[in-house]
């Protein structure tokens, strides 16, 4: 029996969708060994903190969170001497030496590359004492190979290149979750043949950079021959993130037009409006070819919406600069933007660069812009109002119990009440019709319909 049999433990994950089916997997792992989840820290013997370090403020917060739970007892009744408090991802993959100075309580610190191993930190930790640190520069496997725990049964992710090749000046990642290496097209199809068989019914394929999918693997097979392979088993809704708009082919694009499953939204990050700032982000392309990039996806589909992602403040960003970037997000029409103030990074190029405009004048233009953003998503949303649309349902939505809520083809969250007689639990999981009464900037209401 494993010594892990019928211990508690909490999960926290912060970051990106990585970082979350990371933690699907560390769950799933758990419980193979006979683990129990518990939703808060009071109840749990094993604490895990799965990490981000992509701004600033992500670690702040992790180390506050992390020393805040030093003097919460064990739950009643543990034959542990003292909580295990783990900590990983990319913080850990970064600090590992310097954490268990700064953090004395803290018992495991693994890294993004090897969460396989976290089991036997676990029971050394338990058995030993002491400090459990293994973090490695690569490796060989991938997570996606250990059991799974899903946060929804019906929707799963589905990595298919782990680690980046970018070096995009301003970014940490790929110091902390190393150089990119691709799955194999059959392993990602058979998995992708799997999750279906298990009743999922939405598949995101996920990357660092999902558009260089192939470059490292024998034969170099393309992002798009994986689209085709998971389209193929049926799934009812296939999503991908993300995409690096220089390697977006039109191969891609036109799929768009072919797979009925392919979902019409694209979350394309466009980081900048300016071509200096692009330039000195590393991004290697241009305003004008991200341009052409949306307007040949909306050729092959008109309807298609898109997200992306924005850095405001990037070192030796000028009133023209930033302007070029309302301009284009103006002129794309995002159905949601994600935007972020720089944070410098320490060991990126970027840090060493010049960069003296006052936070001032950072936040007056972060505030127009998601002034912007929010009248663009609102004027988007509109577009949907007298439809009907396919809803996945996740849930009852968080303020009102009668009420659904969900997500469209279009990736846009609706809301609409539970007709008479209808229980969620009855209906979650599926996909139902909602015929859209009204459209705010954030999300869609209306009627669901009975068949
Ligand atoms: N500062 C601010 N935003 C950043 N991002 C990545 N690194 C930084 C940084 N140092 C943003 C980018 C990326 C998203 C996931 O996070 O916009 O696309
Ligand atoms: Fe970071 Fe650029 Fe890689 Fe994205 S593509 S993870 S922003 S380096």
């Not at 070819?289 to 992306?308: A, M, Q």
């Not at 944070?343 to 190029?349: D, F, I, L, M």
């Not at 970027?350 to 936070?359: C, E, I, V």
Request: aromatic residues 6%; hydrophobic residues 40%; negative net charge.
């Amino acid at each position: 029996m494993s010594m892990l049999s019928q211990k508690t433990f909490c999960l926290y994950t912060y970051g990106c969708q990585m970082n979350e089916h990371d933690s699907e997997r560390i769950a799933g792992m758990l419980e193979s060994h006979g683990a129990v989840q518990v939703s808060s820290v009071e109840q749990a013997e094993i604490a895990i903190f799965v990490t981000c370090c992509i701004r600033e403020a992500a670690d702040v917060r992790l180390m506050g969170q992390v020393a805040s739970i030093k003097n919460i007892p064990l739950p009643q009744g543990s034959e542990l001497s003292k909580r295990i408090v783990c900590i990983g991802g990319c913080i850990g993959q970064r600090d590992a030496e310097k954490l268990p100075e700064a953090l004395p309580h803290v018992d495991v610190v693994f890294g993004t590359q090897n969460i396989e191993h976290l089991v036997s930190l676990i029971e050394a930790a338990i058995i030993q004492g002491g400090h459990q640190v293994e973090v490695l520069d690569s490796s060989t496997s991938f997570s996606t190979e250990l059991p799974s725990k899903r946060v929804h049964p019906w929707s799963a992710w589905l990595p298919v290149t782990v680690g980046c090749n970018n070096f995009c000046t301003y970014c940490i990642v790929p110091y902390v979750r190393g150089r990119e290496r691709s799955r194999t097209l059959e392993d990602v199809v058979e998995e992708a043949r799997g999750l279906v068989a298990d009743g999922v019914k939405e598949i995101t394929l996920l990357g660092q950079n999902v558009n260089s999918y192939g470059r490292d693997l024998y034969g170099e097979p393309r992002f798009a021959d994986v689209l085709r392979g998971v389209a193929e088993t049926g799934v009812e809704r296939l999503r991908f993130a993300t995409s690096h708009p220089k390697d977006l082919t039109r191969e891609v694009i036109e799929l768009y037009g072919s797979l009925g499953n392919l979902m019409p939204s694209l979350h394309l990050p466009v980081q900048s409006g300016s071509d200096a700032i692009l330039k000195a982000m590393n991004r290697r392309y241009t305003a004008e070819h991200y341009l052409g990039l949306i307007e040949e996806v909306r050729k092959v589909n008109p309807d298609i919406s898109f997200s992306t992602d924005i850095i405001v403040g990037f070192p030796g960003e000028t009133e023209e600069d930033f302007q070029a970037t309302y301009d284009l997000v103006e002129r794309v029409g995002y159905s949601q933007v994600f935007t972020f103030i720089y944070s410098r990074r320490e060991g990126t190029p970027a840090a060493s660069m010049q960069d003296d405009t006052p936070h001032e004048v950072i936040q007056r233009r972060f505030d127009s812009l998601v002034d912007l953003v929010q009248e663009n998503a609102f004027a988007q949303n509109q577009r949907f109002v007298g439809r009907t649309v396919d809803v996945l349902v996740e849930g009852a939505s968080k303020r009102d119990e009668r009420v659904l809520a969900g997500h469209s083809p279009h990736n846009i969250t609706v809301h609409a009440p539970l007709p008479e007689g209808v229980r969620i639990d009855d209906i979650v999981g599926t996909v139902v019709p909602v015929r859209i009464d009204e459209a705010k900037a954030w999300y869609l209401s209306g009627a669901m319909l009975r068949d």
